[in-house]
């Protein structure tokens, strides 16, 4: 092998600095479990006009701010255009305030500047224990997922559980393992997502499993994504038309949208739709201001208060502009995450794009983007990815099967 190979797989497989310990990953990693871990428990206990969850993402976003000048000299890893974004929401809120708002704006921090965080100074090492941590981080959640069906209790309202479930099942999906609970740590998050009965999440998961497939090398992979496919399709097509918990999830109640030949529930999600596009068509350009769709379903449809519909939220409370700025800023990230995908095929920048379409999906009729357990964690790994510094460019290619055997040694030893 040549020297420019070993310098190569040493980036790639992470080995110990200088001092002969191993680097530790972001403190921001740390903390994005630690909110992962408890999910939405603290949202259930109030300290005046804001939750325990609100004030914790009220400090984060704060502290988060207060640290920012330590990104100084580091090379800016996410989109100027999702910075713009995250500008625009913040003037939007100056200027029509609303604690709801507030928390839009601070969970959106946390998913750009936690990201930034991630980011500075990452190197391979530190993503793949990272992805390492987020696996072991999922396992832990199904765990305690398990424990409270066998016994009974309520500690994760299982939307919440199921949808952090979501962006941590795609860092599980991403790692290349000879171990067996690696291997196997997929199929067992996926399982507890989909006994969640959380509709969207479960149809997710059970198409993120598909994503298996860039464990294999390049040459194997396209056979494996149309086998995945079919067979996945003909799992979920079993479960909704044969389980009867999921069929009636998704087939019972008020049948108000057709698919495929099947009239499926939307729990009333399409009286809230209706409602927050006729009163976005009252002020289209710059929308109602931040918040303004939850005091818009609580007034209609209390004890519901949210739009479950994260771009029905955008275009209602920051307008056809907000909209604009939102779709450049995400598709500038998309494009970012699949350029380096593609051409470098590491694992933590096929976990950040898993993440990022799971997430842009399930917004479609859940409230990911006011979640701090989901956005928060989901920054993170966008971070890693966009932060981790490419290989040298002429052994980009050649290096790219040795790099994911090696990196599948390094989880190894990692384990």
Avoid at 45 to 69: C, D, E, K, N, R
Avoid at 286 to 299: A, C, N, R, Y
Avoid at 355 to 380: E, H, I, Q, S
């Amino acid at each position: 092998m040549t020297t420019l190979s070993r310098k190569t797989l040493r980036l790639t497989t992470g080995r110990m600095d200088a001092s002969g310990s191993r680097e530790r990953v972001p403190v921001v990693v740390n903390i994005a479990i630690v909110i992962a871990i408890l999910v939405d428990v603290l949202t259930h206990v109030s300290l005046g006009p804001l939750s325990v969850s609100g004030f914790v993402t009220l400090g984060l976003a704060g502290g988060f701010i207060a640290a920012s000048p330590m990104l100084i000299g580091y090379r800016r890893a996410l989109p100027t255009s999702l910075i713009v974004f995250v500008g625009y929401v913040t003037i939007r809120l100056l200027h029509e305030p609303a604690s709801d708002g507030l928390q839009m704006v601070c969970v959106w921090v946390l998913f750009v500047v936690g990201g930034m965080f991630a980011a500075r100074g990452n190197n391979s090492e530190r993503a793949g224990r990272s992805l390492l941590l987020f696996t072991r981080t999922a396992l832990v959640l199904c765990g305690v997922f398990f424990t409270q069906l066998i016994m009974g209790t309520v500690i994760y309202v299982t939307r919440g559980f199921a949808l952090t479930a979501l962006v941590l099942l795609a860092a599980a999906i991403s790692i290349p393992s000879r171990r067996l609970w690696v291997k196997l740590a997929p199929f067992v998050i996926a399982f507890a997502i989909v006994i969640s009965l959380s509709r969207t999440a479960s149809a997710i998961s059970i198409l993120m499993l598909i994503g298996l497939a860039i464990r294999q090398q390049r040459g194997r992979r396209l056979p494996l994504v149309i086998g995945g496919l079919l067979i996945m399709g003909t799992v979920g097509y079993l479960l909704i038309t044969a389980y009867p918990p999921f069929r009636d999830r998704f087939l019972g109640g008020d049948n108000a949208v057709e698919f495929g030949g099947l009239s499926l529930n939307t729990s009333g999600r399409s009286n809230i739709w209706d409602a927050l596009s006729q009163s976005a068509s009252s002020a289209p350009w710059f929308g109602h201001g931040p918040g303004s769709s939850v005091e818009l379903v609580t007034k209609l449809y209390a004890p519901i208060t949210q739009p479950h519909n994260e771009y029905l939220r955008i275009l209602h409370d920051l307008g056809i502009v907000g909209m604009i700025l939102f779709a450049i800023g995400m598709l500038a990230l998309l494009c970012a995450i699949v350029r380096r995908a593609v051409t470098e095929d590491a694992s933590v920048h096929w976990a950040a794009l898993l993440a990022t379409v799971a997430v842009l999906l399930a917004a479609t009729t859940d409230n990911v983007f006011v979640y701090p357990f989901v956005m928060l964690p989901l920054g993170v790994l966008v971070g890693l990815s966009l932060g981790l510094p490419p290989p040298p460019q002429p052994s980009r290619r050649r290096l790219q099967h040795e790099s994911a055997r090696a990196l599948s040694a390094n989880v190894d030893s990692l384990v």
